[in-house]
Nanobody
Framework: QVQLVESGGGLVQAGGSLRLSCAAS????????MAWYRQAPGKQRELVAT???????NYADSVKGRFTISRDNAKNTADLQMNRLKPEDTAVYYC???????????????WGQGTQVTVSS
C-alpha cells in the first residue's frame, strides 16, 4: 500500500507564511505528478499547485506569485511554501500523488488525510 502524510498546517496571521510537507511511503516504484489541493468549508475541493516528476509546475491563479511547490523525487516528498497568506487561503490542504506501485503498470491516485491551514485577518 501507499500512504501520504501531510504536515505543517496551523494558524497564521494574514501576510504570514507556512510550509506544508507531504511524504509518500510504501510500495512505490514511481510517482508521476504530485499536487496540493484545498477545500474550504462549504466549497468544492480545488487544485492549488501541481508538479510533475520532471519539474513542470502549474499554479491556480489565486496563488500565483505567493505559493511555491517543490518536490524531492529521491525522498518521495513534496512541499508547498505559502507566503503572503490571506484569510481566503483558509482551508484543509490535501496532498495528492499519482503512484505506480511495484507489480503494477498504471498509476493510482492517492490522497493524504489533510492538514488545516487557518489565516486570521
Amino acid at each position: 500500500q501507499v500512504q501520504l502524510v501531510e504536515s505543517g498546517g496551523g494558524l497564521v496571521q494574514a501576510g504570514g507564511s507556512l510550509r506544508l510537507s507531504c511524504a509518500a511511503s510504501g510500495s512505490i516504484k514511481r510517482i508521476n505528478a504530485m499536487a496540493w489541493y484545498r477545500q474550504a468549508p462549504g466549497k468544492q475541493r480545488e487544485l492549488v499547485a501541481t508538479i510533475t516528476s520532471g519539474g513542470n509546475i502549474n499554479y491556480a491563479d489565486s496563488v500565483k506569485g505567493r505559493f511555491t511547490i517543490s518536490r524531492d523525487n529521491a525522498k518521495n516528498t513534496a512541499d508547498l511554501q505559502m507566503n503572503r497568506l490571506k484569510p481566503e487561503d483558509t482551508a484543509v490542504y490535501y496532498c495528492n500523488a499519482g503512484v505506480v506501485r511495484y507489480g503494477f503498470w498504471a498509476a493510482q491516485d492517492y490522497w493524504g488525510q489533510g492538514t488545516q491551514v487557518t489565516v486570521s485577518s
